[in-house]
């Protein structure tokens, strides 16, 4: 059937870098620095999710969430590459894209996971009623029809504008399958109420918000990623997330009341040379500086934008926020597709220059008071900015509310530090965000700036129908925004996960994923 396609809303979840808190689990019946016996892991969320709807997840504790209870047809190996989920095979042109269901799969209340049982659940990611952030960059722009055949046990899904980034966008957890007493329940879709409504290894068993949350591992779930190394250890019957202030986390996992959990760098030298702890780096997304585009601002110009360049030290301003992270030369990672990696394209620091150009302009900083510590990455932005002889008003502010002011009120702000949470792992989540169509005009560019070439680029990366073609085309974008200093990559957001002994997780393509976590003996 048809589903029309609503325009693009501002994701305000994706922009919440004070929740990219990397979190973990474990839990095991005793304190101590090992796993024994235990049946259950540990672990540590920063806020409770606001909603266990997939479609209309927020923030990174709602992927969370719901990354244990949904299934997705498509998954990330470790090295990124797409591989097999609820889809044995998949077969794509520009517009089109047929899956191949796997065979065998139920949900929570045992229905099978057939054709129309996926292709429903995709409909409702798509429909205008549901309203997700999540569908445009899922199906892209334009209409969408989703339809099953049951006998040959497909999905075909025709796009009326290509959308490269389809198969991406089906392994992020907002596009997990929802079983069908979820979509015929949607207040306890919404709650987490409804088991019947997960397609996933766990179930939820227990809210108790602002506390803790617990899952169980479904008895009769076979469907785990065929990894290209298999993962060591036992998936945890029991999973318990605890609720709390992350200062308090390295503490809890030193005394044995945490198995699993992210840490603030500032903690690591509390577990190195200590063998009862193993550490990953696990990503979210990354850090950049974004510039307003409009009338209203100053960076509307060019040479503004590159003489702000010029008093902005990318590495300084990554130790500011965070010194373990990976510096970037585009909005995304070297392990993403077509990702920019060549550093002549960015700006060099020379403030001589710069301040030439930025002697007495007035700017607007705004900045989000969990970036850095107190918001120390737009700190760091506005001093500099001063030293160039610019005129500037600093704020940093809580995350909801420079959420609202970036997204919502362009006349408030000039420059800002920016996370995103790139569950894509594409290169077009960031890129378009700061490139092509503004959300008034159907698209996601928050930015507001006009740039024709790479956005022309941008839109014909989209509509490819090969990996070659589409990386000529990105590779145009990105080296025409960063030209015109569009934006500025800083570094990626991320955060070391610390394993007590006896557990485990990993972190496909570098990204956190829940259902990694393991009991090791």
């Known amino acids: 059937m048809p589903v029309p396609r609503q325009r693009m809303k501002i994701l305000g979840g994706a922009l919440c870098a004070g929740l990219l808190i990397l979190t973990g689990c474990t839990t095991g019946g005793g304190s101590g620095d090992a796993a024994g016996n235990t049946d259950t892991i540990r672990g540590w969320w920063s806020t409770d999710p606001t909603t266990w709807d997939p479609p209309n997840t927020q923030a990174i504790d709602d992927y969370r969430a719901v ?7 498509v998954r990330r190996d470790l090295d990124g590459e797409l591989i097999p989920g609820l889809a044995d095979s998949w077969e794509q042109t520009a517009d089109t894209t047929v899956l191949q269901i796997a065979e065998g799969n139920t949900c929570a209340d045992d229905t099978e996971i057939t054709a129309t049982v996926v292709a429903k659940s995709l409909q409702y990611l798509a429909g205008p009623d549901t309203d997700s952030t999540h569908s445009d960059a899922t199906f892209g722009n334009g209409d969408v029809i989703v339809e099953a055949d049951d006998e040959a046990g497909t999905v075909t899904i025709e796009l009326e504008q290509p959308n490269s980034d389809l198969l991406a966008g089906l392994a992020a957890p907002q596009a997990g399958v929802i079983c069908p007493a979820g979509l015929d329940d949607i207040d306890g879709l919404e709650a987490g109420t409804s088991e019947g409504a997960f397609s996933g290894p766990y179930v939820l068993t227990k809210s108790n918000s602002g506390v803790s949350y617990d899952f169980e591992l479904r008895d009769d779930y076979d469907n785990w990623p065929e990894y290209s190394e298999p993962l060591e250890g036992t998936p945890a019957k029991h999973l318990n997330f605890s609720i709390g202030a992350v200062d308090a986390v390295a503490n809890q996992l030193l005394t044995g009341e945490l198995d699993v959990a992210p840490i603030e760098y500032h903690e690591l030298t509390r577990f190195e040379n200590n063998d009862s702890f193993t550490r990953i780096n696990v990503e979210t997304g990354e850090h950049y500086i974004m510039f307003n585009h409009r009338d209203s601002s100053p960076f509307r110009d060019e040479d503004t934008r590159r003489a702000a360049a010029e008093v902005i030290d990318r590495e300084a301003i990554q130790d500011v926020i965070n010194p373990t992270t990976q510096l970037i030369t585009t909005i995304g990672t070297d392990k993403m597709q077509c990702a920019n990696t060549d ?45 160039a002889g610019a005129k500037v008003k600093m704020s940093n502010l809580d995350v909801g509310t420079w959420n609202i002011t970036v997204n919502e009120e362009p006349e408030k702000w000039d420059i800002t530090v920016m996370g995103t949470v790139n569950n894509l792992n594409s290169i077009s989540w960031g890129l378009g965000r700061n490139i092509g169509p503004t959300s ?31 990386c000529k085309h990105y590779k145009v974008a990105q080296t025409t925004a960063l030209e015109a200093v569009d934006f500025i990559p800083i570094a990626t957001i991320s955060r070391p996960l610390i394993s007590r002994e006896g557990f485990s997780a990993v972190a496909p393509a570098g990204r956190e994923d829940l259902k990694t976590l393991r009991i090791v003996d």
């Open 67 to 73: 990354g244990l209870l949904y299934d997705t047809l």
């Open 343 to 387: 550093e002549s394209l960015l700006v060099q620091p020379d403030p001589d220059k710069a301040s030439k150009v930025l002697d007495g302009v007035s700017v607007k900083v705004v900045g989000s008071n969990t970036v850095g510590q107190n918001g120390a990455g737009a700190t760091y932005v506005a001093e500099q900015l001063r030293a």
């Open 440 to 470: 008034k005009e159907g698209g996601r560019n928050v930015s507001g700036s006009v740039n024709p070439k790479a956005s022309k680029a941008f839109e014909a990366a989209l509509r490819s129908d090969s990996e070659s073609e589409m």
